[in-house]
């Protein structure tokens, strides 16, 4: 019982900051996104829902982490990442059940920035909890967290863009895909939730993936053309 009740007394804590700091980051976010038009008011608007899963998630995951009398490492390794996955998945589903865009691309440039905007939010949430005082520590986690956001989104939107073209193929590779970003999600989570240099091998880890992603696309495309 009292684990339960420290975790639920710090999770409501953390989540009047966070609500706090999305009001102030959606205000000017929304702003942009009534006076802009076509794809740079597209591109807001899934950063905005980027961060907004990133609100939700914390609601969400502190619910399921004392219903399920978890501790702190045990929500940040097994809840976390399976609740922020699905929660980032659900805008772009949304969008392309709803809209049926043309372009495979586009489908794959949401994701993105869906991920970056959730990314955004939990930087500064980390940022305000843990003080700014160390800005190596700032840069690295803060690179190695967007990086591995964005990596899980690649792997969900790759699943969006080719195997919906099979319907057999939609729930399964998807579910699937939504698996293997949460597992992903989950080492990064018990990497960088140690001490360095472990931590260090955590952040650097998305940032190796990312760049051997970009570095196999860029192939790709050549070898396509």
Sequence with gaps: MPEKQALNDEGQKYMNYIENIYICIA??????????????????????????????????????????????????????????????????????????????????ENVILVAIGFATLENICYLTANGASEILLLIIRGFGTGAMHVVCGILVSAGMVYLWEEFWLKFAGTVGLISLASTYHAIYNLLASQDRPIAWIGYAIPLLTA???MTLRGRWKRTKN
């Design 27 to 108: 205000a000017p976010l929304i702003m942009a996104i009534i006076a802009l038009r076509g794809r740079r008011r597209r591109a807001l608007i899934f950063m905005l829902a980027g961060m907004t899963t990133c609100l939700l998630s914390s609601y969400i995951s502190t619910f399921f982490a004392i219903v399920t009398e978890a501790d702190r490492n045990q929500a940040t390794w097994e809840i976390t990442p399976m609740i922020e996955e699905v929660m980032k998945f659900l805008p772009i589903l949304f969008y392309t059940l709803i809209f049926e865009p043309s372009r495979k691309e586009e489908i794959a």
């Design 211 to 213: 760049l051997l992603v």
